[in-house]
């Protein structure tokens, strides 16, 4: 373990992220410009591609790290059985679940089963594939459908909220099976699928279109749904940066891209993708 996940095990991950959801969802306007002029400089935010151009029209930091997209800045693949990308962000993984086991970095795989808090739903994606989507801290951060499906389950899973990135992936086993998460479970029509919202170190919170924000408790809450979604329609955000991950069975056939490899750029919308068993 290097310094910088020595420092993560250290840090009270809960207390900071629930202080940070406090000060992010403040709108009181002395904390909400110290915290949005100071993080748009810090990173560079640019706004022209969003609905509201200036730094002052946003209600909280919260607000802004949610900020929505002008119509048409990220056209939605109308391929037919392409798969989109969920978020703005970089390939952290993707290829085959083989034996039951996703590659986290180079050297160290997880279980499927433990992502997603059910060993049961795992068989189900024996032999299937995966992506993840890590997303920055400069990046839009609402998640988006890869593909048409009905929302029949949702699980939030609480646990660590380690940081997302390369360098802590590479040295904290089982990264994405340890941190606090929210599994969306479809029925498609190549099977079923998942897309899992990962939080992360500072995260203040995590959303869905189906249960709104989600309160941190420390068991499991399972909920069970009937919505119907298209690819491109908003799935949930994050407020702070994190990672999604998509989950597909064998029964897809899924044929990843041969550019999206690991560090490679993308934009929420494009054809990442194709299911070729439909």
């Known amino acids: 373990m290097n310094l910088f996940t020595l420092a993560q095990n250290l840090a009270p991950q809960q207390t900071l992220s629930e202080v940070a959801g406090f000060l992010a969802k403040s709108q009181n306007p002395y904390v909400k410009k110290a915290f949005v002029h100071t993080f748009a400089k810090a990173y560079g935010i640019d706004l022209a591609e969003y609905q509201r151009g200036s730094l002052d029209d946003y209600e909280s930091f919260n607000d802004f790290f949610t900020r929505e997209l002008k119509d048409g800045m990220r056209p939605i693949d109308e391929t037919a059985n392409g798969i989109a990308c969920p978020a703005d962000g970089k390939i952290s993984q993707i290829g085959a679940i083989t034996h039951g086991q996703l ?67 590479l040295h904290v086993p089982d990264l994405f099976a340890r941190n606090e998460r929210l599994v969306c479970e479809f029925d498609t029509a190549f099977g079923k699928a998942c897309v899992v919202l990962v939080g992360a170190m500072i995260v203040a ?8 924000a989600i309160k941190r408790t420390p068991y499991i809450q399972h909920r069970t749904h009937d919505m119907a979604l298209k690819k491109g329609d908003e799935l949930g955000r994050f407020y702070l940066g994190s990672t999604a991950i998509i989950v597909l069975p064998k029964s897809a056939g899924t044929a990843w891209g041969d550019e999206f490899v690991h560090g490679k750029l993308v934009k929420m919308g494009e054809r990442i993708g194709q299911i070729t068993t439909n």
Not at 123 to 142: E, Q, V
Not at 205 to 212: L, R, S
């Open 103 to 169: 590659l986290q970095a180079k050297g160290r795989d997880y279980d499927v089963g433990q992502l997603l808090a059910d060993f049961e739903l795992s068989k189900t994606f024996t032999d299937g594939s995966f992506a993840t989507i890590y997303l920055a801290p400069t990046n839009y951060h609402r998640v988006h459908m890869p593909f048409d499906g009905t929302l029949v389950a949702t699980r939030y899973v609480p646990g660590t909220l380690f940081s997302v990135n390369n360098t802590t992936a």
């Open 205 to 212: 919170g995590i959303e869905c279109v189906a249960t709104g």
